[in-house]
């Protein structure tokens, strides 16, 4: 595996120096820019994770309950760690302070709002792919094609740009582990000598250390995370490092776990006001109650035909190519110590990491593509090398047009998963957000009278689209379906259990004979107002009610004859996995008497 015959691997040597290129810096400035106008020109939702697990904590935690934010039961149960949306937290507050310093209008301010956190985001996009450029430099060499290329894959990926940008605790976990997998110091573990130890152990340490703390980060984040670090662990010592890469190993590993286990136990005292361990929580409930499997089942080779297919797209037979050579490569000696054996060393345990994690995380019932992704940049570094090689030598027309055709894919892929699929969930939102300030901006003027409530109703399933962060506003009174998992029944009691949304399309009709107000209130020519019910446990009619084109036929049988007329339609998909979410979003609002 190289670029150039004959000498290739000591011609290698004098560029694996563990320092970054000269021109890093600048590199790091342009993906930045990069990944922040992906981040902006995002339109689409991917999982509600984004939203309900990382912004509606934050922006409770930044502004307090009054804020209205949509608070799920894994923080109530105490399932998720706090250092994530504690990092939102501050961007909010950040963002809010600059808001009330340049005296932005409220509507301005909620730009700001929405745009902070995509913002922050992007950085951390950013280093995912500086550092998966900077490991394939330690292993390639700076110079090489193959380093350049994994690069290019990062970059060019349409799950990067789909999905980096998102505010899932997946893409954050995906940076930390890159990053810990760069400053991991496989010269100190792999060397061969004593004398190359030593030499080593003088300037890898504080790498073992500092990467130690990120995966540490990323175990807290993402528990499952452990099967990466426990893989790389135990192939370096018993494969390569022996009894003083084991002791290094266990001290380092002792120090950081302890110090960012301290740090996270600290941040959940304060943000749950009690004593409590997330991660321990979080497999007890998912794992051991199988609570996960309320969200979903899928086969076992799930992550082998579709999540590493929808992972790599058009640089799946690359990897696949990259992860046989890996594998193969385990059968050469392991006792010179020159380039090669490095190199070889290196992207055998990257993929040993990537088939362990597939294979672990494809026992769980519950799977999705986004718990396998932080494998994609060690998939990006392994693919590297067959790329380059496949592209480079000879310029075969057949190959340039593979190229092309390959690159149209990817485009044509970031484009519709980006700018169109599911996207009417977010536009319904940014709609709802601008009537709500019209109505702030007509309150204002001289003469006009008190601002009616802004209210909305979702029926669709539970979180189909973003919340608070979205519609920013504590005062837009917003109600959905909910979905709360069968918590504390038993396996028997879970066979036939039914959440709200799962009632609700059962049977709408009766759905909302039951719950909400006659619908004579809403009439034409009704004395009786709008919102208000004879019957007190029922819900009053919102002026917006939201939902799927799929349940239009049973709204207009509904609400035939009353005060409700189509206001707005956004575009959503144009299929999806879930019948209930088929169709355009589609909102009804309710006429002036």
């Not at 979180?463 to 109600?479: D, F, M, Q």
Request: proline share 5%; glycine share 6%; net charge negative.
């Amino acid at each position: 595996m190289g670029d150039q015959p004959g000498n290739k691997h000591d011609a290698r040597t004098s560029s694996m120096a563990r320092t970054a290129p000269q021109y890093m810096g600048a590199l790091f400035v342009g993906l930045l820019v990069l990944r922040i106008i992906n981040a902006l020109m995002i339109k689409t939702s991917f999982q509600p994770d984004e939203y309900f697990q990382s912004l509606e904590p934050a922006l409770e935690t930044a502004f307090g309950p009054s804020v209205n934010a949509w608070i799920t039961w894994e923080w109530h149960e105490r399932l998720r760690s706090s250092l994530h949306p504690l990092l939102f937290a501050s961007i909010y507050n950040l963002a809010d302070s600059i808001s009330t310093t340049l005296g932005l209008t409220p509507s301005v301010r909620a730009e700001v709002l929405v745009a902070a956190p995509k913002v922050l985001q992007a950085v951390f996009a950013a280093l995912t792919d500086a550092y998966t450029y900077r490991l394939a430099c330690d292993i390639y060499g700076s110079k090489s094609h193959a380093s350049a290329a994994a690069l290019v894959l990062s970059i060019t990926s349409p799950w990067q740009w789909f999905a980096s940008v998102r505010t899932l605790s997946n893409s954050m976990e995906t940076t930390l582990t890159i990053i810990a997998l760069r400053l991991w110091p496989w010269d100190l573990l792999l060397g061969s000598s004593p004398e190359e130890k030593q030499t080593a152990s003088n300037s890898s340490s504080t790498g073992l250390y500092g990467s130690l703390c990120a995966a540490a980060i990323a175990c807290i984040l993402r528990p499952t995370n452990i099967i990466i670090w426990a893989t790389i662990s135990i192939t370096v010592v018993f494969r390569y490092g022996g009894k003083q890469a084991a002791l290094r190993l266990a001290t380092a590993a002792s120090i950081c776990g302890s110090a960012v286990l301290a740090v996270s136990v600290a941040a959940d005292r304060a943000f749950y006001d009690e004593l409590v361990l997330p991660p321990l929580r979080f497999l007890h409930f998912n794992v051991v109650q199988s609570l996960a499997v309320f969200y979903g089942q899928n086969r076992l080779d799930y992550y082998i035909t579709e999540g590493l297919p929808l992972l790599l797209t058009t640089a799946l037979p690359f990897g696949a190519v990259a992860l046989w050579q890996a594998l193969y490569s385990l059968r050469k000696d392991t006792s010179s110590s020159n380039a090669e054996y490095r190199m070889t060393a290196i992207s055998s345990t990257l993929a040993l990491t990537v088939i362990t994690s597939v294979l672990a995380l494809g026992g769980i019932s519950h799977k999705e593509v986004r718990f396998i992704y932080p494998l994609l940049p060690m998939l990006h570094v392994l693919a590297a090398e067959p790329f380059s090689s496949f592209f480079r030598r000879p310029a075969r027309p057949s190959r340039i047009i593979i190229l092309t055709l390959a690159a149209a894919i990817n485009v044509a892929v970031m484009y519709y998963t980006s700018y169109v699929h599911q996207r009417g969930v977010v536009d319904v939102m940014h709609y709802l957000r601008h009537q709500h300030e019209k109505k702030l901006a007509l309150s204002s003027t001289p003469g006009a009278g008190e601002m009616v409530a802004t209210t909305v109703a979702f029926l669709m399933p539970c979180h189909s689209t973003p919340w608070r962060s979205h519609l920013v506003y504590p005062e837009i009174e917003a109600g959905a379906l909910t979905c709360e998992p069968p918590i504390g029944l038993s396996v028997e009691e879970r066979l036939g259990y039914m959440d709200e949304a799962d009632v609700f399309y059962a049977n709408p009709i009766a759905w909302v004979e039951d719950n909400m107000a006659n619908t004579a209130s809403i009439r034409h020519g009704s004395s009786m107002d709008a919102g208000t019910s004879s019957d007190d446990e029922k819900l009053g009619w919102p002026q917006y009610l939201v939902f799927f084109q799929q349940l239009e036929p049973t709204m207009k049988e509904v609400l035939e004859g009353t005060k409700y007329r189509e206001c707005w339609r956004g575009f959503n998909t144009h299929f999806h996995d879930d019948w209930r979410r088929n169709g355009d979003v589609v909102v009804w609002c309710m006429a002036e008497s």
